[in-house]
T-cell receptor, first 113, second 112 residues
């Protein structure tokens, strides 16, 4: 069965650079969630989209923005990167309000130097 | 804000033994889910239990939920070395969104 696809899987950036992470949800899934997991930490909710509209917002810095496109894929844009942004970024998808289970992608490991 | 808190933080057992991990949370929930994560890898959904359920089974997994105590437990029976991973509980608290609030996780090591 198709899973959530994230790209790139690994990313190395310098401080103050920008990064764009991409997420392709499971086919037919219309809801996408972004989570950030710092080293040794639990995943923290950043933002979610349902039917291309932002549905909820968590502890996402103002330097970050995200959107969901007409094909339901989502992109997380991160600007003015800081050392503390180094983390594993997960995308999860679900079938909107019909299914409670979120299916996670393999994550993008971002390292900011 | 932190919702789920797991204990123990780390658990080391021998193959064949049972492993029990606990999770506590603070606010009312719609459901509680358990996820597994191998080191630095993705999160794999294990089981979901709704607030009106008390116990659920899936293969070697047994989950209980006590909403009066705001706690849940995950039991893995007859553990295997391949069960070595971090286990997280995550709560979904309702509304029109389904964001998950994760606990700190339990690192389970199953020794062969």
């Amino acid at each position: 069965a198709a899973g959530v696809i994230q790209s790139p899987r690994h990313l190395i950036k310098e401080k103050r650079e920008t990064a764009t992470l991409k997420c392709y949800p499971i086919p037919r899934h219309d809801t996408v969630y972004w989570y950030q997991q710092g080293p040794g930490q639990d995943p923290q909710f950043l933002i979610s989209f349902y039917e291309k509209m932002q549905s909820d917002k968590g502890s996402i810095p103002d330097r970050f923005s995200a959107q969901q496109f007409s094909d339901y894929h989502s992109e997380l844009n991160m600007s003015s990167l800081e050392l503390g942004d180094s983390a594993l970024y997960f995308c999860a998808s679900s079938l909107g309000q019909l299914e409670e289970t979120q299916y996670f992608g393999p994550g993008t490991r971002l390292l900011v130097l | 804000s932190q919702q789920g808190e797991e204990d123990p933080q780390a658990l080391s057992i021998q193959e064949g033994e049972n492993a029990t991990m606990n999770c506590s949370y603070k606010t009312s929930i719609n459901n509680l889910q358990w996820y597994r994560q191998n080191s630095g890898r993705g999160l794999v959904h294990l089981i979901l239990i709704r607030s009106n359920e008390r116990e659920k089974h899936s293969g070697r997994l047994r989950v209980t939920l006590d909403t009066s105590k705001k706690s849940s437990s995950l039991l893995i029976t007859a553990s295997r070395a391949a069960d070595t991973a971090s286990y997280f509980c995550a709560t979904e608290s309702g509304g029109s969104n389904y964001k998950l609030t994760f606990g700190k996780g339990t690192l389970l090591t199953v020794n062969p």
